[in-house]
Nanobody, 125 residues
Framework: QVQLVESGGGLVQAGGSLRLSCVAS????????LGWFRQAPGKEREFIGA???????????YYADSWKGRVTISRNNAENTVDLQMNSLKQEDTAVYYC???????????????WGQGTQVTVSS
């Protein structure tokens, strides 16, 4: 089992930035892919990006095309954390943001084995 706990959500003005953090625990996570999704009201859960293990101590961050250039995913394997830095936020970015984990790379919700409880991000005008 893997437990994921997100933090850092809240209210931010449009144009601002926000950093979300996720702490993973429960088993050896070195080779796991850790990532982020979001889900707005009435919409499907949307992949943002993830950090996958590529061997040794190396990790590779990859992103959905619609998010490239606006977010950065960083991972600290010693602390089992994965952060999501979001910039130039818009009102339509208002959603619940979820941390995710799986034993293999993924780019949609069907590939995820574990979910965090989610953290609300609200972007005001």
């Amino acid at each position: 089992q893997v437990q994921l706990v997100e933090s850092g959500g809240g209210l931010v003005q449009a144009g601002g930035s926000l950093r979300l953090s996720c702490v993973a625990s429960g088993r050896i996570l070195t080779a796991y892919t850790l990532g982020w999704f979001r889900q707005a009201p009435g919409k499907e859960r949307e992949f943002i990006g993830a950090s996958r293990w590529i061997g040794g101590r190396a990790y590779y961050a990859y992103y959905a095309d619609s998010w490239k250039g606006r977010v950065t995913i960083s991972r600290n394997n010693a602390e089992n954390t994965v952060d999501l830095q979001m910039n130039s936020l818009k009102q339509e970015d208002t959603a619940v943001y979820y941390c995710s984990a799986a034993s293999r790379p993924y780019s949609n919700s069907g590939g995820v084995d574990y979910w965090g409880q989610g953290t609300q991000v609200t972007v005001s005008s």
